[in-house]
């Protein structure tokens, strides 16, 4: 069955895509991996989501066009893929609401039915609000994933995906697992680079490499609350947004330079302490952070004795594996398999997630699946193929 995964993450720069064909057998489940890419958003549209985005206040009538105008940014996106029996969208999160810990609700926009009209084929979309329903926390959706993928490593290991926010996933032993957020990836950065230079992006982390690292102001964004909470716990933009960032580092008035160097320790911290504090040997670790050699060369040196190995090693491209992870959970859900994991996000119970769009025909989804699979294989496309 031939899946299209669509991501739009908390760096609301464009959609990533990833067409897997997934095949079971036994207890492992294949995926070739047939297509990746991304889209870019129009500038127009990226500065709308940006303005709708917290700290910012937006009205029903803004909501409404977005969720219109992301459903067709996803459709067009979608359409530039090859063809596929399914599409699992994740939409772009508007809002994610959470007090004192707890999750209580989640907003993610870009209209489904628009994907489902134009490919005519059915769309798994919504899928973190039923998680939530369930005392989740709605995030990370994608340890499901991790947890197989990481299922033939020896030792104990992790994944580490460094979007805007960096989550993390720890498979212990016996089975045990526990995923979480664990701060701002490149959301801070972004934001700065915006600000200072109008760029979206420290492109190979120049700026970062060319500046010195604030040890006070460090200090000062380290002792957030949030990073001493007990997992499973999630965030996002609506805490870490560049009024937060303004807040702490306006008085010591940095230059772009070191004040991205800064941002880019703050990330390798937080994550490096998590990396430290479960003892991990092997990490896997993907996103777009994976880019930025400053972050890389800083996490490397806080995160103790674990080796850090690029997903593409294990067949998952690093910038696609979020796009990747949410084909897994659309064929999760069309085979009426659970996708939450308990024990990561603090549901009550295993949950078959999203809501699905019938295409243009009849609506047929495959026979449920007699059992989950146990472990994950992800292969490139042969050439030629």
Known sequence: MRVLGLMSGTSHDGIDSAVVDWSASGDVLTGVVEH???TP?????????????????????????????????????????????LVCSHGQTLFHWVEDGRTRGTLQLGQAAWIAERLGVPVVSDLRARDVSAGGQ???????????LLAGLPGRTGALNLGGIANLTVRGSGGSALAYDTG???????????????????????????????????AELLAEPYYRRPAPKSTGRELFHLGYLDRFAAPYGLGPA??????????????????????LDTVVVSGGGTRNPVVMGMLR???????????????VPSDAKEAVAFSF????????????????????????????????GPLRLPEPARRAPARLRLVPRAPGA
Not at 301 to 315: F, H, I, Q
Request: include cysteine.
């Open 36 to 38: 990746t890419g991304v």
């Open 329 to 360: 959970l659309g064929w999760l859900t069309a085979h009426g398999l659970p996708a939450t994991v308990p024990g990561c996000t603090g549901a009550a119970g295993a949950r078959v997630l999203g809501a699905v769009t019938p295409g243009r």
């Open 41 to 85: 958003y129009d500038p127009g549209l990226r500065a709308a989501v940006a303005a709708a985005l917290p700290p910012n206040r937006t009205d029903m009538e803004e909501v409404c066009r977005l969720d219109t105008l992301i459903g067709r940014a996803f459709a067009a996106a979608a359409a530039r893929c090859p063809a596929a029996d």
């Open 138 to 148: 709605g995030a990370p959706l994608v340890a499901a994933f991790d947890l197989l």
């Open 258 to 279: 070191d004040l991205l160097a800064t941002l880019a320790a703050l990330t390798a911290e937080t994550a490096g302490a998590q990396i430290r504090r479960h003892r």
């Open 301 to 315: 040196e806080r995160a103790g004795t674990a080796r850090l190995v690029p997903s593409d090693g294990l067949g």
């Open 184 to 218: 701002p990836a490149s959301a801070l950065m972004d934001a700065a680079v915006l600000a200072a230079t109008g760029r979206p992006y420290d492109e190979d982390g120049r700026l970062a490499a060319a500046g010195k690292v604030c040890e006070p102001l460090l």
